[in-house]
């Protein structure tokens, strides 16, 4: 058997936030790498295979470091620090970002989420692709960073357009002003926006015509300049629609694509305009495309699984043709 992998503690105090409740931490932990970890209380004991251990402990470091900068690491942050130290990597504090205002720190969960912040954050493309299942974080994290921009004051406006299909693009049926009608089918695009800016702040921008969500077809005819804009749900757009948008790129603005090329809801004889823009633009200068899988998904474990369960089934159609 190996010799047992000890780490210890600056401060003994930090074991139980390291832990968590009932050490479900460490459970996780053990799970994923088939390791054994006790906690004598002024450090951590790792016994297992060699590649085992090295795994472990580079998890262990991660949580014990922000533990240190006084955060408590929960369920997701033990599963993000699993995935990096899978892939041979660590989570470090320089791989987020911060919405200023909110004092929020957004970090990548797994690697692919690492390079799509590192693609959204660069100079090198200023149209970003992120496609891949439903749970990997490609809308939270472009709205987040857009939310950083705009409260860092970087940009002018945080523009987030999305095809209403499920109402045909029109909307004249539901009740209420244009706002009221949108609201529903933007649910998740509030949701990030309220976690990284706070409600009453959003409430403001909006109300100053900083944050601005509305159907895809009302973006003809406009030149969107100085502004953060993101296009979701983006393979529900017709090839028209997505030129159309791609083509509203004004000075000084950015655009993220986000979206699920094999989830379009569009008739069946109408090809995607995300899947289309994938293979037309996958290698013009200024344009980069970040991929996710099902095993990127981010949500509740089980979703990964039904995401490969559903993968798997396709895969298996696809065969049989």
Not at 119 to 136: I, W
Not at 164 to 186: I, N, Q, S
Request: aromatic letters at 4%; proline letters at 6%.
């Amino acid at each position: 058997m190996n010799k047992p992998v000890r780490i210890l503690l600056k401060s003994p105090d930090i074991a139980a936030s390291v832990c968590g409740i009932n050490s479900e931490n460490l459970t996780m932990i053990e799970k994923a790498f088939d390791v054994l970890i006790d906690a004598p209380g002024d450090g951590f004991i790792v016994r297992g295979s060699t590649a085992g251990q090295s795994q472990a402990r580079a998890v262990l470091k991660t949580l014990i470091k922000a533990a240190e900068n006084g955060q408590s690491p929960d369920a997701p942050s033990v599963r993000a620090a699993i995935a990096f130290a899978k892939n041979g990597d660590a989570l470090s504090a320089e791989d987020g970002f911060e919405v200023p205002r909110a004092k929020r720190l957004i970090s990548p969960r797994n690697p692919a989420q690492k390079i799509y912040l590192d693609l959204l954050r660069g100079a090198g493309a200023d149209l970003v692709f992120g496609v891949g299942p439903a749970g990997t974080g490609k809308t939270f994290l472009a709205v987040c960073y857009g939310a950083s921009l705009l409260a860092a004051r970087k940009i002018d406006k945080l523009i987030v357009a999305r095809p209403a299909l499920e109402a045909g693009e029109r909307l004249g049926f539901l009740p209420g002003a244009l706002e009221e009608k949108v609201d529903p089918y933007m649910l998740p695009v509030w949701d990030a926006l309220n976690e990284a800016l706070g409600q009453e702040t959003v409430l403001k921008r909006r109300a100053e015509g900083r944050i601005e969500i509305a159907p895809l077809a009302f973006m003809r005819g406009r030149t969107l300049s100085h502004a953060f804009v993101i296009v979701d749900e983006a393979q529900n757009a017709t090839i028209a629609q997505m030129r159309m948008v791609l083509t509203r790129l004004g000075e000084g603005s950015r655009m993220v694509v986000t979206g699920d090329p094999s989830q379009s809801d569009l008739p069946r004889d109408q090809p995607s305009g995300l899947a289309h823009a994938l293979a037309v633009l996958g290698s013009v200068k200024g344009c980069a495309i970040a991929h996710f899988t099902g095993k990127d998904v981010v949500r509740h474990p089980l979703v990964a699984r039904i995401v490969a369960a559903y993968e798997s089934e396709a895969r298996c159609k696809n065969e049989r043709r």
